[in-house]
Every structure is written in structure tokens, then in C-alpha cells.
């Protein structure tokens, strides 16, 4: 039990299985990874991110977290965004929510979750944002998908604002950054129709002269 040799001889089975219809490709896998995109998912196990766009794992940087929320003091999600422009050289960032967010749900509701209420309160505060064009909304189910998008969008903002994403532009790379939302009930991403490729699209107060 202590040692989950399940798991072990799953992995065991998965190398064989790989290797015979690729014999090539942990070769190929083990060489120094070059990816053209940044995730910024959520954790949930529902949402693997290289196998919903059908990538393999080294086609696909990849950053998980309760709800795909980018705070500029997490310095985990800022190392990742730095690693991924300045060393990796990626020319897309792509922040993924998907419905049904566990996450997403929890903010929405008043009673205490532990720990992650402290996590939560930045989906709280974009819930705050757009409370009007939310509580419009007379059935729950769509304001909960709103939300999952509305997040999105402000991650998508977040990831606009770092000085790494800014330092990039400035330096006159090419780096776009996009907002999409995933269908847990159809696998399918639905284009959220964000999408910033340079400082003249973010607010006046955030850009860095």
C-alpha cells in the first residue's frame, strides 16, 4: 500500500506499450524541450493540458493551479511565466479555465472552504468586478459558466501586467496572450476571443513605460 506498486507496474506497462508503437520516443522526448506555448490551467485531473490539444508533453509548457489564477505575488506562477519567455523563448501564452471549476464554484459560495478561502478571494474579487453583469443572469448554471469565463479574462489581464510579459514586448518579441475556456461535458475549447499581442492593448494605469 505504502509503495502504490499499481501505479508502478501502470507505469511499467506504459513505457512497453510507448516504446513498441514509437520506439523513438522517449529518445526524442529526452532531448532539450522546445515549445511554442505557455498553459496557465487549472489543477483539476479532468483538464490535462498537451492532451486536449493533442500535443506531446514537450510541444506544451505547462502551469497548474485551484482555478488557473495568476497573482502577482505568486512567485511560483511568475517563475514559470519567466522560464517559459525568457529561456524557452515561447511566442504564445495561453491562460485555460474550463467549467465546472471546482474552484470557481467555491468562491460563489458563503461558506468557509479551509485554507483555499485565501486562494479564493481573487476569484471573489472578479466576481466583485463584474457582480452586475453576473447577478443579470437569472439561472445559477450561467452564472457559474460566466464566471469561469469572466476569470479567464482577468487572468489574461494578470499575465499582461508582469514585467516579464512587458520586458518581452519592449524588447520587441513577438508574444500573444490568449483566454480560453474548456467543456469538461464535450472536451471541447471554446475561444474566448482574448487575445493580447502587445502594451497598447492593457490598460494605460499598467503599462510600463
Known sequence: MRKLLHLFENNKKWAAKTSESDPNFFLRLSKQQ????????????????????????????????????????????????QYAVEVLKI????????????????????????LIDNWLRHIKDVYRFHQKKIDA??????????????????????????????NAWKAGRELAVHGWVYGLEDGIIKDLDVCITGPDEISAIHRMK
Open 34 to 81: 522546445s515549445p511554442q506555448y505557455l498553459w496557465i490551467g487549472c489543477a483539476d485531473s479532468r483538464v490535462p493540458a498537451n492532451q486536449i490539444v493533442d500535443l506531446l508533453p514537450g510541444e506544451i509548457f505547462v502551469h497548474r493551479n485551484i482555478a488557473n489564477v495568476v497573482v502577482h505575488t505568486d512567485l511560483n506562477c511568475l517563475s514559470v511565466i
Open 91 to 114: 511566442e504564445h501564452i495561453i491562460v485555460c479555465g474550463h467549467y465546472g471549476c471546482g474552484g470557481i464554484k467555491a468562491a460563489l459560495e458563503s461558506k468557509e472552504h479551509g
Open 137 to 166: 443572469l437569472e439561472n445559477e448554471t450561467d452564472r457559474f459558466r460566466l464566471l469561469c469565463e469572466l476569470n479567464v479574462v482577468e487572468q489574461v489581464a494578470n499575465v499582461c501586467h508582469t514585467t516579464i510579459v512587458q
